[in-house]
Structure formats: C-alpha cells, structure tokens
C-alpha cells in the first residue's frame, strides 16, 4: 500500500518567490495536516485540512495557505518567500479529523532551501 | 513553560540495553500521546500511540503514560544500533478535533556497540 507521498522532495527558491507543495494521503484517508520542521526542532503545526476545510491553523503569517481537493490530496502554498522559510516540509494524514483512537502518518516531506 | 518538553540528549546506551525515553506536557487536557521515531534527513515515523494511563506495549517498545504527573515515558528493550535516531514526544489537539500534533524538540538516542 501506498503511504503519504509528497512532491517535490526538493527545492530551492529564491527570497520574494512562490512555492507549492504537494501531498497525497493514504488511501482511505481523509485528513491532512502540513507541519514545517527547522533543524533542531519538532515539527510545527500550519494546518489541517479534513473533508475540503480547514480544521486548523497553527501560527504561520498570511503568507501560507493551504487547501484540499475533492480526492484528499493537499496542496500548501508559501508566498513572498524569506530565508526563514528554510525547512522540511511535512504532510500528514490521518482517517479523520480527530486525534483520539487515530493516528497521523507523514510523508517523506519536502526539503525547501530559500536562498 | 513549553507545551511538550523532552531532553535532548544524546542519551547513550549500550547495544541490547534498555532505552528510556522521557517526557513532560504542560497541560491537563491532553488526551492522545504519540511517540515517533526519526532519522537523520528522514520524516517521523510513528512508533506508539497511547491514550490511557498505564502501559501499553508492542514487541520491544512499550509507552508509560501518567496523566496525574503529566509525564509520558518510551522504553525500548533490547536496544540495537538500528534504534539509533531522534525520538520525538507529541501530544494530540487540544480541542479533541482536528489533527494537531504538538511535538517536543526530540530525544537523540545512540546506541552503541
């Protein structure tokens, strides 16, 4: 079985430009979440998304967006990029929206360099 | 105070030691605890979930939790050189919906030979 498949796994943006980032759930799952992940640290929380809304927003600027398409598949969106956007860039998804009795599994994320 | 706290080591251990894995969250709500397991350059990989007090195992690994103390715990048994990596501590939404994870900093652990 498939797991959660991001794309690209790599990239590298110039400061100013626009970047979107891809997932595929688990097939069967309908909830995906996007975390940005710095060196050193845990994983931080952007959004979640669960039947086409937004469920969640953790504390990210405007400049992120997100959204998810009728097939669950998630796209996230980073705009007017900043040398601190710097990060792996993690999908999760999960059967539904809540976290108890469920679990969230991550793709292989996306290494985003801005230089 | 952060919301989740681990030490972040490096905790050594001997090969076919035990590895114990600790941490602390801040607030009394949390229902969902989650332990995962990553790999330099790779993505966390869930290891344990656990939602009630006391333990819960699954072959060398077993999850303590203490809601009273706010404290989770992850023992890894038989420790191999494989095990080696960073163990991160997350706990579930606050809310009891929607999908955020919460994460401590991470646990370096090496395991050696």
């Known amino acids: 079985d498939a797991g959660v498949t991001q794309s690209p796994t790599h990239l590298i943006k110039t400061r100013g430009q626009h970047v979107t980032l891809r997932c595929s759930p688990i097939?069967?799952?309908?909830?995906v979440s996007w975390y940005q992940q710095v060196l050193g640290q845990g994983p931080q929380f952007i959004f979640q998304?669960?039947?086409?809304?937004?469920?969640g927003r953790g504390n990210f600027p405007d400049r992120f967006s997100a959204r998810q398409f009728p097939n669950y598949s998630s796209e996230l969106n980073v705009n007017a990029l900043l040398l601190g956007d710097s990060a792996l860039y993690l999908c999760?998804?999960?059967?539904?929206?809540?976290?108890?009795?469920?679990?969230?599994?991550f793709g292989q994320g996306t290494r985003l360099t801005v230089v | 105070q952060k919301e989740v706290e681990q030490n972040s080591g490096p905790l050594s251990v001997p090969e076919g030691a035990i590895a114990s894995l600790n941490c602390t969250y801040s607030?009394?709500?949390?229902?969902?605890f989650f332990w995962y397991r990553q790999y330099s350059g790779k993505s966390p990989e869930l290891i344990m979930s656990?939602?009630?007090?006391g333990d819960k195992e699954d072959g060398r690994f077993t999850a303590q939790l203490n809601k009273a103390s706010q404290y989770v715990s992850l023992l890894i048994r038989d420790s191999q050189p494989s095990d080696s990596a960073t163990y991160l501590c997350?706990?579930?939404?606050?809310?009891?919906?929607?999908?955020?994870?919460?994460f401590g900093t991470g646990t370096q652990l090496k395991v050696e030979l």
């Open positions: 998304y669960y039947e086409k809304e937004e469920r």
């Open positions: 656990i939602y009630s007090n």
């Open positions: 607030d009394r709500v949390s229902q969902s």
């Open positions: 097939s069967g799952h309908k909830s």
């Open positions: 997350a706990r579930g939404g606050l809310t009891g919906g929607g999908n955020k994870l919460t």
């Open positions: 999760a998804s999960s059967v539904t929206s809540t976290l108890r009795d469920t679990e969230a599994f």
